[in-house]
């Protein structure tokens, strides 16, 4: 599997992004895909989550309410629409596809991982 993410960017913060992640492969569909984020000297954390046809999604307390997963399966992509940014969601963005059966928050319980992408929030 190879995902490619993109739309990240400079943004005030008040303001909206849509990131994007494309991925390859015939079965994307069946895919349970993940956002997580990485600010310089932190660790790597979840952001959201979303099942296979949508339906199903979680999202860290820190973006509950600001951001929103979904998915396009004819298109192969997941994304990420971000709105109200604060300077504290400045990261580097990664899509990544889960296994079935783990945890959805967890960095472990994914295998596959997207090059990732910046996204800076300025005060």
């Known amino acids: 599997v190879q995902l490619q993410a993109s739309g990240g960017g400079l943004v005030q913060a008040g303001g909206s992004l849509r990131l994007s992640c494309a991925a390859s492969?015939?079965?994307?569909?069946?895919?349970?895909m993940g956002w997580f984020r990485q600010a310089p000297g932190k660790e790597r954390e979840f952001v959201a989550h979303?099942?296979?046809?949508?339906?199903?999604?979680n999202y860290a307390d820190s973006v509950q309410g600001r951001f929103t997963i979904f998915r396009d399966n004819a298109k192969n992509t997941v994304y990420l629409q971000m709105n109200s940014l604060k300077p504290e969601d400045t990261a580097v963005y990664y899509c990544a596809v889960r296994r079935r059966g783990s945890a959805y928050n967890y960095t472990g319980s994914y295998d596959w991982w997207g090059q990732g992408t910046q996204v800076t929030v300025s005060s």
């Open positions: 979303i099942g296979w046809s949508g339906s199903l999604t």
């Open positions: 492969g015939r079965t994307f569909s069946s895919y349970f």
